[in-house]
């Protein structure tokens, strides 16, 4: 936890309200997402009891298990998932747009693509599992399922996965989605509980968020969100329901069922549609769109594999596929701080609590400075920027601009609060800097060693010559009967 984080803490302790720990919103909320609530059997990793799922916050799809340890039941209740997701994913793969590149051939990209939005953390690794336990599963051979339950399992183990992904707003959990904005006045374990952490962030008339919050513990006003339920509803609701099915399997038994999970799930289903509301109403980071143009090109990638019929995602990772994994969501943290900090003045300011950026006013410009003789004569800029910050970076340390994208300075002098910079990168072409490429006199300015430079990929061997050290060249998938045999769990 930052300094600053944990000053907006106590201040929300102090006012009674949650604290905006951000002046943008870091993360894209879809115009049309599908909402995602799992609720699982208790004692079972991955059993599903039922779940409310849909895009119109006013017509939510409640499907059920009756009796989840029934194997045809669960995976009755997978195929009508799939009859919801699947049809709101194929929305998005028709529309697309061509992009060029600078290298290479254009290729096609889908001009959307679709947003999951869940409770909380739970309910996404309820959705891995969720999609491990289905993506194997055939139409014919030993126990056969719907032909939509195994593509589901996939998009399913897709959309898990790409949570992953620091910076991708394709699986959202809303209780992490509205911590990274907020800071309330309770510990980070009650923030998981979404009806307390919107009780500090959107409190009801009259009431402060703390008391707000104290009523979110009551299961009775608002049960958990999901995937688990609460003991006291397992017991003395839930457990007679599906016993009474158990003895007899009527639809009787089984709206007696359902109405017991609806109202485990409509306070969350509308918990779920204020935590959008809340978060659409911040402003977009200015770079927000780079990273759902990413989370665009992966979905499209995806499709592509299921249309060409690729095999379903491996139980587990080779050697290979690993590191590649591991080296790219290292990379995609570093370029999603940087990104935050650089879209942010209030992210931005704790690293200048820690030296790593500082801000302040420019006392002085020589735009027309250079360097070197004849032919190898450069434009060098320098300016220099009186600061308050405390700066720990060394003399010759590159820094950018989050105001001057391709900016680039070296830090030549620091001396008495004043900082002076070259500038290297960022000027134009021509002999002297283009409008606006060299801040001026009075002007005020932030400058970071933190930067969102391109990083290519490890280099690493193809998975063919894995070396036997890290278990040799993984096998090729080919589908067996041994599929249908894989546990909820």
Same mark, same amino acid.
């Given at each position: 936890?930052? *300094?600053?984080?944990?000053?907006?803490?106590?201040?929300?302790?102090?006012?009674?309200?949650?604290?905006?720990?951000? #002046?943008?919103?870091?993360?894209?909320?879809?115009?049309?997402?599908? &909402?995602?609530?799992?609720?699982?059997?208790?004692?079972?990793?991955?059993?599903?009891? %039922?779940?409310? &799922? %849909?895009?119109?916050?006013? +017509?939510?799809?409640?499907?059920?298990?009756?009796?989840?340890?029934? !194997?045809?039941?669960?995976?009755?209740?997978?195929?009508?998932?799939?009859?919801?997701?699947?049809? +709101?994913?194929?929305?998005?793969?028709?529309?697309?747009?061509?992009?060029?590149?600078?290298?290479?051939?254009? +290729?096609?990209?889908?001009?959307?693509?679709?947003?999951?939005?869940?409770?909380?953390?739970?309910?996404?690794?309820?959705?891995?599992?969720?999609?491990?336990?289905?993506?194997?599963?055939? *139409?014919?051979? @030993?126990?056969?399922?719907?032909?939509?339950?195994?593509?589901?399992?996939?998009?399913?183990?897709?959309?898990?996965?790409?949570?992953?992904?620091?910076?991708?707003?394709?699986?959202?959990?809303?209780?992490?989605?509205?911590?990274?904005?907020?800071?309330?006045?309770?510990?980070?374990?009650?923030?998981?509980?979404?009806?307390?952490?919107?009780?500090?962030?959107?409190?009801?008339?009259?009431?402060?968020?703390?008391?707000?919050?104290?009523?979110?513990?009551?299961?009775?006003?608002?049960?958990?969100?999901?995937? *688990?339920?609460?003991?006291?509803?397992?017991?003395?609701?839930?457990?007679?329901?599906?016993?009474?099915?158990?003895?007899?399997?009527?639809?009787?038994? &089984?709206?007696?069922?359902?109405?017991?999970?609806?109202?485990?799930?409509?306070?969350?289903?509308?918990?779920?549609?204020?935590?959008?509301?809340?978060?659409? $109403?911040?402003?977009?980071?200015?770079?927000?769109?780079?990273?759902?143009?990413?989370?665009? %090109?992966?979905?499209? !990638?995806?499709?592509? !594999?299921?249309?060409?019929?690729?095999?379903?995602?491996?139980?587990?990772?080779?050697?290979?596929?690993?590191?590649? !994994?591991?080296?790219?969501?290292?990379?995609?943290?570093?370029?999603?701080?940087?990104?935050?900090?650089?879209?942010?003045?209030? &992210?931005?300011?704790?690293?200048?609590?820690?030296?790593?950026?500082?801000?302040?006013?420019?006392? $002085?410009?020589?735009?027309?400075?250079?360097?070197?003789?004849?032919?190898?004569?450069?434009?060098?800029?320098?300016?220099?920027?009186?600061?308050?910050?405390?700066?720990?970076?060394?003399?010759?340390?590159?820094?950018?601009? @989050?105001?001057?994208?391709?900016?680039?300075?070296?830090?030549?002098?620091?001396?008495?609060?004043?900082?002076?910079?070259?500038?290297?990168?960022?000027?134009?072409?021509?002999? #002297?800097? *283009?409008?606006?490429?060299?801040?001026?006199?009075?002007?005020?300015? #932030?400058? #970071?060693?933190?930067?969102?430079?391109?990083?290519?990929?490890?280099?690493?061997?193809?998975?063919?010559?894995?070396?036997?050290?890290?278990?040799? @060249?993984?096998?090729?998938?080919?589908?067996?009967?041994?599929?249908?045999?894989?546990?909820?769990?």
């Amino acid at each position: 936890m930052s *300094a600053l984080t944990a000053l907006a803490q106590l201040r929300a302790v102090r006012d009674g309200s949650a604290q905006r720990i951000t #002046t943008v919103r870091h993360c894209h909320i879809a115009p049309r997402p599908l &909402v995602f609530i799992p609720l699982k059997l208790a004692g079972e990793a991955a059993a599903p009891l %039922g779940a409310m &799922v %849909g895009t119109d916050p006013h +017509y939510p799809r409640l499907l059920v298990v009756p009796q989840p340890r029934n !194997r045809d039941l669960r995976f009755a209740f997978a195929a009508d998932l799939a009859e919801v997701f699947l049809p +709101y994913i194929e929305g998005f793969e028709k529309t697309t747009e061509t992009v060029e590149r600078k290298t290479g051939d254009p +290729y096609e990209r889908c001009l959307d693509a679709p947003q999951i939005l869940v409770p909380n953390r739970s309910a996404v690794s309820f959705t891995g599992m969720l999609g491990r336990s289905t993506r194997f599963r055939r *139409a014919d051979g @030993p126990y056969p399922v719907h032909p939509s339950v195994p593509l589901l399992g996939r998009w399913l183990t897709y959309f898990a996965d790409r949570s992953q992904q620091p910076g991708s707003s394709l699986l959202l959990a809303a209780t992490e989605a509205l911590g990274l904005h907020w800071a309330t006045g309770q510990s980070g374990l009650e923030d998981a509980n979404l009806a307390a952490l919107l009780g500090w962030i959107a409190p009801p008339a009259g009431m402060s968020g703390r008391r707000a919050a104290e009523e979110a513990e009551d299961p009775l006003l608002w049960p958990p969100a999901g995937p *688990a339920t609460d003991p006291g509803f397992d017991n003395e609701v839930l457990g007679p329901a599906v016993r009474a099915y158990e003895e007899a399997p009527t639809e009787r038994a &089984v709206e007696r069922v359902t109405q017991a999970l609806r109202t485990q799930l409509e306070p969350t289903w509308k918990l779920m549609w204020r935590a959008v509301e809340e978060l659409r $109403a911040l402003p977009e980071g200015a770079r927000v769109k780079d990273r759902w143009e990413i989370d665009r %090109g992966s979905f499209t !990638r995806f499709v592509e !594999r299921i249309t060409e019929g690729g095999p379903p995602q491996a139980r587990r990772d080779g050697a290979v596929g690993a590191a590649a !994994r591991l080296a790219g969501l290292e990379r995609a943290r570093a370029s999603y701080d940087v990104q935050r900090a650089h879209d942010d003045p209030l &992210v931005m300011a704790e690293y200048r609590l820690t030296g790593e950026a500082f801000a302040g006013t420019v006392t $002085a410009a020589d735009p027309e400075h250079t360097e070197g003789e004849g032919r190898s004569r450069k434009l060098r800029p320098l300016i220099t920027v009186e600061t308050d910050d405390p700066v720990r970076l060394a003399l010759g340390t590159t820094v950018g601009s @989050p105001d001057r994208r391709g900016h680039a300075a070296e830090i030549v002098e620091i001396a008495d609060g004043e900082i002076t910079l070259k500038i290297t990168k960022g000027m134009g072409r021509g002999k #002297t800097p *283009a409008p606006g490429a060299v801040p001026e006199p009075g002007e005020r300015v #932030t400058y #970071t060693s933190l930067t969102d430079d391109f990083q290519s990929s490890a280099s690493l061997p193809d998975p063919e010559q894995t070396p036997w050290t890290h278990g040799g @060249p993984p096998e090729e998938y080919v589908p067996s009967d041994d599929d249908a045999q894989e546990e909820w769990s």
